[in-house]
Every structure is written in structure tokens, then in C-alpha cells.
């Protein structure tokens, strides 16, 4: 299966919290940490529930 890395680039604070949970759910806990996942459906919606705030890195 496909892997992703993903990065968080843009802070948590003032986010909702339904994001921040989304955040933490992809294991990003604080900015410019790099978490590496499956390329599942789930993980992708996730991903783009917080577009704005993590980068896919290649």
C-alpha cells in the first residue's frame, strides 16, 4: 500500500476543536513534526478536513 508523509506547517491555536482532534488522530502534535501513514480513504479525509494546516511531503 501507498505511504504518506505528512507534515504539520501552520499552528493548532485557535483552530476548532474538531480539528485539533483531527490533528492529534493523525499523530501531529506540534509544528513541523512529520508522521508517516498508509494512503487509506480515511487517512486522505482526514487530511483534507485540515488542509490548511499539514502538507503532504513526498
Known amino acids: 500500500m501507498e ?3 505528512i507534515k ?19 499523530g501531529l502534535r506540534k509544528l513541523n513534526h512529520v508522521v508517516e501513514h498508509n494512503a487509506t480513504p480515511q487517512i486522505l479525509g482526514m487530511v483534507e ?10
Open 8 to 26: 504539520q506547517v501552520k499552528s493548532r491555536i485557535n483552530c476548532p476543536a474538531v480539528q485539533k482532534k483531527t490533528l492529534d488522530a493523525l
Open 49 to 58: 478536513k485540515v488542509k490548511h494546516l499539514v502538507k503532504v511531503v513526498e
Open 3 to 5: 505511504k504518506i508523509r
